[in-house]
């Protein structure tokens, strides 16, 4: 079972089905089977997006679940195990927006794992579900919080997160637990970029990670968003580069996306071409399809090459599903012919890279801000100044000032850069500890409705609203 939940980890699905399959003839009671069948359909779902495997698998999640209560009531697994099967699902469900079913999972998985952790209170796996569960119920939004509401969990990310470090030391200092060290690096990396704010944290899982990113593909892919999401374009690339070669594990093609927005992020244009090719190429899923023809246009527009971008363009139209945001702002941008001025345009890629100083001076060679074009451009320059000038660590107050030039310009606009600029304003409160500016910007960013990335920006507002509010 070691064997199995290693390979499945690794996304070696095959091989590890062969360990479970041993499993059943020598020893079929086992319900560690059950789990680790999940573990597979779980990591499938969170990496490959795939809204009709997700439809088609979703019931092996009571069979399991009929097939756990035949097994060892005794053992302190057997809790357990259904506990990480609902909290799985749980997590699968925020993904694909089933918030609903996801908060009576999570008020299920917390009743077992309480249980359990009465009855075996040295049974440290009971800190996973605990963390993971006190994580995701501030993801659920808030018109599905009475259902968790009625278990009194307090706690929040923080303690959430707290939990789950405690045991990943646990999983360095002893052999028993070392084999969970991988998965709880994944878990505890996902949490942070979604739920935190301080990358301080970032940088010490980046830092715990080290090299095993090399030996293993989910920490590839760990390692990689954190050092993004750090500003550390270079190291992204260097990462994503000495990836694992992959020998019959299940598809990541998402890495290739990824690399090739990294490309991108340096305006290196060929290099950028030819990972998103790859990806589409190879990629047999749904999700960032779009997202990728649009990047080619975007190059080609970048390019002056005005025939391959109205090529990409089509294809964004035609190709790929919108289930996530990327795909949803992909497709209108396309159905519009919708792309920023180049200026903008090259100090967005430039700031997403962690490049804030040629941002800075790509930006800077718009000289009269509103003399641009169109409205949205003048509202998207002050919202980019406004992020380029915070990474730079400007005056704070100057800052806000262009966020709130942003949010006055863009009033009534469907763009995001309204709502970012609220949210980003209150992420500057709450580091300043001015908990109530930061909740009346937090509020101020959750009253807006239908824009772009609307999900995950009102995912970190509600986010903020529980840190501040413990």
Same mark, same amino acid.
């Given at each position: ?80 195990? $259904?506990?990480? !099967?609902? @909290?799985?699902? +749980?997590? #699968? %469900? =925020? ?118 990113? $090399?030996?293993? !593909?989910? @920490?590839?892919? +760990?390692? #990689? %968003? =954190? ?118 345009? $090259? ?124």
């Amino acid at each position: 079972m070691q064997n199995a939940y290693l390979s499945i980890i690794d996304l070696k699905f095959e091989k590890g089905l062969d360990f479970i399959e041993k499993e059943k003839q020598q020893n079929p009671n086992n319900g560690l089977i059950h789990l680790h069948e999940n573990y597979k359909d779980f990591l499938a779902l969170i990496i490959g997006e795939d809204q009709q495997l997700f439809d088609k698998i979703s019931s092996n999640k009571s069979k399991r679940l009929s097939a756990i209560e035949k097994c060892n009531k005794n053992s302190p697994y057997y809790l357990y195990a $259904k506990a990480e !099967i609902n @909290l799985q699902w +749980a997590f #699968a %469900r =925020l993904k694909f927006q089933e918030y609903f079913l996801a908060a009576y999972e999570i008020q299920k998985a917390y009743f077992l794992l309480e249980e359990n952790q009465e009855k075996y209170p040295d049974f440290h796996l009971n800190k996973k579900g605990m963390g993971l569960l006190h994580c995701l119920i501030g993801s659920i939004p808030e018109n599905y919080q009475w259902i968790v509401n009625g278990i009194g969990v307090n706690g929040g990310i923080k303690q959430g997160l707290a939990e789950l470090d405690g045991l990943l030391l646990l999983t360095e200092q002893d052999e028993r637990y070392k084999f969970y060290n991988t998965e709880l690096l994944f878990l505890i990396s996902f949490l942070e970029m979604n739920l935190t704010i301080d990358k301080s944290y970032f940088q010490e899982t980046l830092d715990k990670i080290g090299e095993k990113n $090399k030996q293993h !593909i989910l @920490l590839t892919f +760990a390692a #990689a %968003r =954190l050092s993004s999401a750090l500003g550390n374009n270079e190291l992204t690339i260097q990462i994503l580069e000495n990836s694992p070669q992959l020998n019959k594990q299940f598809d990541f093609a998402y890495l290739e996306y990824l690399l090739g927005m990294s490309y991108l992020y340096k305006l290196d244009f060929e290099k950028s071409k030819q990972m998103f090719h790859l990806f589409l190429t190879r990629f047999k899923g749904e999700n960032y399809i779009k997202s990728a023809y649009q990047k080619l246009a975007w190059i080609a527009f970048l390019e002056g090459k005005i025939e391959k971008e109205l090529i990409s363009f089509e294809k964004v139209i035609s190709e790929g599903k919108t289930l996530i945001d990327e795909d949803k702002v992909a497709l209108k941008d396309a159905e519009e012919k919708k792309i920023s001025d180049p200026v903008l345009l $090259k100090a967005r890629l430039l700031y997403d890279g962690g490049y804030y100083e040629k941002a800075l001076n790509e930006i800077f060679t718009i000289n009269n801000p509103d003399n641009l074009h169109y409205n949205s451009w003048i509202v998207e320059y002050y919202y980019r100044l406004a992020r380029i000038q915070s990474k730079l660590g400007n005056d704070k107050q100057e800052v806000i000032t262009y966020y709130q030039k942003a949010l006055k310009k863009g009033k009534g606009s469907k763009g995001y850069f309204e709502p970012m600029s609220a949210l980003q304003i209150g992420l500057i409160y709450e580091k300043q500890n001015d908990f109530n500016q930061a909740e009346i910007y937090f509020k101020k960013c959750l009253s807006m409705k239908d824009f772009d990335y609307e999900r995950g920006i009102h995912q970190k507002a509600r986010a903020g609203l529980e840190r501040i509010s413990n």
